[in-house]
Each structure stands twice: as C-alpha cells, then as structure tokens.
C-alpha cells in the first residue's frame, strides 16, 4: 500500500504477453489502480466484483473483463474468485493494426463504443471464452510457433470484440473518460501518503476546484466520496499489516494514520465487518 495509482507491470519486450490464473484478490489490487498494458479478465470460476471509473459490476463464472490503458479499477473476490488475466503491450499487435487501425478499438474506445464487461448473453462469448484458453494452453506449452498462434488469437478475438460487441458513443461516458486524469493525479497523492489526515479542500485544492465540485466528480469516477476513499485505503493497509505481521494493533492503527485506538476499533468494524483482533486470529 502507498505506492502510486499507476502500476508498471514488467512484461519481456521480446514479447509483451503474459497469461495465469489467480486466485483471490492480490492486496495491491484491491486498490485502485491503472496501468499502461492492456488487460484481459476470463471469470473462470467463483464470484466478484470489479470497480472501474466509478462503476461497480458484479462478476459471475464465465464473464470477460477488458481493462484499457486509462481505467481506474480495483477487484473484490465475493468466493472462489478464480481469474485468467492476461495482459499485454499494444506493440504486440502492431503488425497487425497496419491493415486493422480499429483493431484495439475495444481498448481505445473503452466506456465510449465499449463496456468493460461483455455481454455475457451474446452467443459469441463461448467462441472468445475458447480463445482465451486456447491462449493460455499455447502460452504455458511454449510448443513451436506458439507465439504466432497467440498473437494469431489475440487478434482473432479482439476482431470478434470489434465487430459483435461495438455501441454508439454517449455524451456521458465521453465527460467521465475527460476527468479520469484530474481523479487520476490526485489518487496518485492519496496513495503517496495514505496515512495523512487529507480534508476535503487539501484534496480539491490539488486539482484547482472547489470542494463540492471536486467531491462530486471524484465519487462519480471512483464510486465513494474522497474521504470515503481515504479511510478504506487506511483500513486495506491495516488488514494487510494485521495478516502479515505481529505487530500491535495500537501501532498498526498509528502507522495507518487513525488517532487513537478507540477510533480505529470502531472505523475498521463498521467498514470491514469484524474486529482487528478477529481479523489477526482468523490467521
């Protein structure tokens, strides 16, 4: 926790594609984040959530997640929560965009022309569904050519993508995508030093607006009130502490930026559902 909203992930420039499975939700992705490399979610079994721009879409066995270079999310494992994530640079398709220029549309066009989850009613998910585990069986066999057949696939998919799932623009979704970048610079700040007191005016001041509009373009984007944010932010660094160490509580709660312990107590129960004691004795 603490670290910018922005992730780098390190993917090998002989070829920026990488393909597994989690299971859960990593504590650094139940914050919220962007990063530059394009992001491909296949639900293979269990339930959750993903919170993108603001947006909240509950997630079931079989549904598929694209995450464009901008998109602001984070993950919720509801149980079982198994994800094939696959992430990529756009120069892998590259080749392929000179005699495609739409093909990354998906991405691109992503909460304009395109909805980060799919339709999953549309008689074309089986077929994409199929591609992704064929990618993923090519990619952990490494057998000759396979990052040719990949490649081949990815492009084949994101095609169907572009001709099956594709919607008119709104004016809406055209002023959200506008803000991302306000929002975007002040998680950045938020994430540099969670445990600080942030007051709603040092928080607008950082992007030059007043209190209320800045409030209300931020929840509109992030899905909670800057405040709200914050302590949740606090409160995902206390339980990762609480699990990983055998710190006391009293210190934890210090280094997390609450006051007094009293105060903590009575935060963390209300927003996590049970005691730090309970949490650190479910270990």
Known sequence: MGTVARDWLDLAKAFPFDIA??????????R???????????????????????????????DIVLLG?????????????????????????????RYDPELLAPFVEMGLRFDNVLDRTHPK?????????????????????????????????????????????TQASIDVRSKQPLVRSVLEEIH?????????????????????????????????????????????????LLETTDRKIIDIAAECGFRNLSNFNRVFVQHVGRTPSQVRGAQ
């Open 69 to 97: 270079p901008s998109d602001l999310h984070r993950a919720f494992d509801k149980g079982g929560l198994v994800l094939q994530v696959t992430v990529f640079d756009p120069a892998l398709l590259a080749a392929d965009q």
């Open 192 to 240: 540099r030093d969670p445990a600080r007191a942030w007051t709603l005016q040092e928080l607008a001041d950082l992007i030059h607006l007043s209190p209320s509009r800045f409030s209300a373009i931020f929840k509109q984007i992030v899905g909670l009130s800057p405040l709200n944010y914050c302590i949740e932010i606090r409160l995902g660094q206390a339980v990762h």
């Open 21 to 30: 499975d989690t299971e859960g939700v990593f504590p650094d992705f139940n």
């Open 125 to 169: 998910m089986r077929e994409l569904r199929a591609i992704l585990l064929d990618m993923q069986a090519e990619h952990d066999a490494k057998s000759a050519s396979y990052r040719t057949i990949i490649r081949a696939q990815m492009a084949r998919f994101l095609a169907y993508v572009n001709r099956h799932f594709s919607k008119s623009a």
């Open 32 to 62: 919220l984040h962007w990063h530059d490399s394009l992001e491909i979610n296949y639900v293979k079994r269990g339930a959750g959530a993903y919170l993108i721009n603001g947006t909240t879409y509950a997630l079931q066995e079989g």
